[in-house]
């Protein structure tokens, strides 16, 4: 098992720009999530979905899109980059919504110019 | 929506010393609380879990309580050692709260001093 996977590690954005952070795993996991993590902030939650199909917003939405369309897979799309979205971002699953231990992705880092 | 309060913000101890980090919450109906740990450039990974139906769990060197009556929930490491140093975020979860997810606390940066 590769466990969660994020593409990519590392991305430089313009203002303005928009991207795909890609997130996939492959442990049949039914619910996935997005964080991002700031200096001296934590992890605070963008999004998150409990099964194909179905989505939700998290803590800090705003310039962000989801998307489940397979179990499997859960894009965070920027729609239009600004710099306070400047973070490493953080893909988890667990199997179930419920008091499940999250098991995070490597992280992508993005630097909004 | 879910509030954690996590104290202090940076813990330096000599090693084979305790260390200890508390987290307060907010709301009364939170059910789960792990503990993660982050190194640096890494992912956080859960080191340690408690349910709001147990008062202590432990693990090895690590062990957590629980007091839902006061609302917090506390690590603690003994016999510190090099491989401890890290940033440890405590977490609380509300289950159909409006936002389904873990709430962070804003993490401890440990710092074990040789």
């Known amino acids: 098992n590769a466990g969660v996977t994020q593409t990519p590690k590392f991305q430089v954005l313009k203002t303005g720009q928009s991207m795909t952070l890609q997130c996939a795993q492959d442990?049949?996991?039914?619910?996935m999530s997005w964080y991002r993590q700031d200096p001296g902030m934590g992890l605070r939650l963008i999004h998150y979905?409990?099964?194909?199909?179905?989505?939700d917003q998290g803590e800090v939405p705003n310039g962000y899109n989801v998307s489940r369309s397979t179990t499997e897979d859960f894009p965070l799309r920027l729609l239009s980059a600004a710099p306070s979205q400047t973070s490493v971002y953080f893909c988890?699953?667990?199997?179930?919504?419920?008091?499940?231990?999250?098991?995070f992705g490597p992280g992508t880092r993005l630097l909004v110019l | 929506g879910e509030n954690v309060e996590q104290h202090p913000s940076t813990l330096s101890v000599q090693e084979g010393d305790s260390a200890v980090i508390k987290c307060t919450y907010s709301?009364?109906?939170?059910?789960?609380f792990p503990w993660y740990k982050q190194e640096l450039g890494k992912r956080p990974q859960l080191i340690i879990d408690?349910?709001?139906?147990?008062g202590e769990k432990k693990d090895q060197r690590i062990a957590v309580t629980l007091n839902k009556t006061a609302k917090h929930f506390s690590l603690h490491i003994t016999e510190t050692q090099p491989e401890d140093s890290a940033v440890y975020f405590c977490?609380?979860?509300?289950?159909?709260?409006?936002?389904?997810?873990?709430?962070f606390g804003k993490g401890t940066h440990l710092i074990i001093q040789p």
């Open positions: 988890a699953s667990s199997y179930s919504l419920f008091e499940e231990t999250q098991y």
């Open positions: 442990m049949n996991h039914e619910y």
């Open positions: 979905s409990v099964g194909a199909g179905i989505t």
């Open positions: 709301d009364s109906a939170s059910n789960y």
């Open positions: 408690i349910r709001s139906n147990v």
């Open positions: 977490a609380a979860y509300l289950a159909g709260g409006g936002a389904d997810g873990l709430t």
